[in-house]
């Protein structure tokens, strides 16, 4: 067998041996907004050093842990805490958790980041919903020989975010009187900020935020056929737009601020996915 399809399948069969199957959604938690699985009911917890194949988280602000629980209905599978390419993985290690998810049969994915706003009509504190990304400079996580067993080639991306979840979550805020935006999310490999030609670069080509994040994931999830919806808080606003330097400390405070809200609304669009 594959070595990347055994280590889908070891990780799967570790997770179903823990928290059993049946999963419903899968959430990636991004930085300082872990806090989603704290009302979830039947909490079950495995560390990511008690899965095979799972590398080490190395950021701050990310705790390495897979939960389950049931959240408005649904049993959710959520990572808190995910590998980002910065901290010197193989971009299939990055990607490894969402086809361990597809693996378990899970076919929604919600996936989550702190991210840099680069529309001026953005505030920190902001939730956005990412409509489509910009994923020029970094690398693919599908290139290599094609896995057929998981998707074909040449994936479309005309849909990498699902409209029909991009609207559910859109009515789901303004049932919550949640404000919120909607853009387009450029992904950079980091792990230094952007600098200020970088930004003024990204925003002319059409993007409204930036992180490091969460695009590796999407491809993959697209790649097996998976419906995903994106959602950034914008924790800063991302460099020149903002003249102060910017921190990591202030990014983890700026999405613990707005996690009551966060929490609140991703709960609310679980509950109403089909
Ligand atoms: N740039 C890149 N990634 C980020 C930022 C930023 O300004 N804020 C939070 N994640």
Known sequence: MNGILKKIDDAAKCIEEKFGSGFNVAVILGSGLGKLMDEAQDLKLLDYSDIPGFPMTTAKGHAGQMITGKLG????????????????????????????????????????????????TFRAGDLMVIRDHISFFAPSPLRGANLDELGQRFPDMTEAYSKRLIQLALQSARDLEIQVREGVYAFLKGPMYETPAEIKALGIMGADAVGMSTVPEVITARHMGMEVLGISCITNMAAGISEEPLNHEEVLTAARRTEKDFSRLIAEIIRRIE
């Open 73 to 120: 209905g649904r049993r959710i599978l959520a990572m808190k805490g995910r590998f980002h390419y910065y901290e010197g993985h193989d971009i299939s290690d990055v990607i490894l958790p969402v086809r361990v998810f597809r693996k378990l049969g899970i076919d929604t994915l919600i996936a989550t980041n702190a991210a840099g706003g680069i529309n001026k």
